[in-house]
């Protein structure tokens, strides 16, 4: 099982912390179901952002801190657990993609979702993505679990300039981000390896 019925399926655990292990593993061990604060520089001035693939909330404090109006969007099981669980209110949770992608954002952010989307399902959230916002901030593992490079996925949409593009990893000590390594968005893009990379995509003006 892999993709929307897995994350569903992990959503309906009964135990919440299953729940919170599944979508940050190592939080068992005791890594802190805290936001990661991107690495990257994020645009200013955020009135809307969506949280795409918000899981239980684990990033709304930081969103909160940087976005006048937060949103989340999810699977319909994942956002009944975010109502249950998430650490703070935001101003709108919707499993509906069809209202929720006809809206504008001054912000898209994905964090660790793209890695687990199927190829067909990630190049049609790209291409709206790229309608909906000025600005797409995403971390991902760089090969999914569909195999494909998600990178190379956004590459080949030629939708996006990357403004940003940094390998990092969570530092165990500060519980937080540390950037890691220096390599392009061209050469990571095409690159086999596993690692988590943070980017921040601007939409190609449209001709
Ligand atoms: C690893 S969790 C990350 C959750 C949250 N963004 C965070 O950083 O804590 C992956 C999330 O992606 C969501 N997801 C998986 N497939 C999806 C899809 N096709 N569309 C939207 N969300 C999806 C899952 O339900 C889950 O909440």
Redesign the pocket.
């Known amino acids: 099982m892999s993709?929307?019925e897995e994350?569903q399926s992990?959503?309906a655990e009964a135990d919440p912390d299953e729940v919170r292990e599944r979508?940050?593993t190592g939080y068992k061990q005791g890594k802190p179901f805290t936001p990661y604060v991107p690495t990257i520089a994020l645009p200013p001035a955020i009135e809307w952002v969506l949280?795409?693939?918000?899981?239980v909330g684990?990033?709304f404090p930081y969103l909160k801190s940087i976005a006048r109006q937060v949103a989340g969007?999810?699977?319909e099981p994942?956002i009944q657990r975010c109502r249950e669980l998430a650490p703070e209110q935001i101003d709108l949770l919707s499993s509906d993609w069809e209202e929720v992608s006809r809206r504008r954002f001054d912000l898209v952010f994905a964090?660790?979702?793209l890695q687990?989307?199927d190829r067909d399902?990630c190049r049609r959230?790209l291409e709206d993505f790229a309608r909906m916002a000025p600005a797409t901030y995403v971390i991902t593992r760089l090969q999914s679990d569909f195999g494909a490079n998600v990178l190379g996925l956004v590459a080949e949409s030629g939708l996006f300039e990357v403004r940003e593009c940094a390998e990092v990893e969570h530092d165990s000590e500060k519980n937080e981000l540390r950037q890691v390594g220096g390599r392009s968005f061209d050469e990571v893009s095409r690159a086999t390896g596993n690692l988590h990379y943070e980017v921040l995509l601007i939409p190609k003006p449209r001709i």
């Open positions: 993709g929307r994350w992990i959503a979508i940050f949280d795409f693939g918000c899981g684990r990033n969007f999810d699977l994942m964090s660790l979702v687990h989307v399902d959230y």
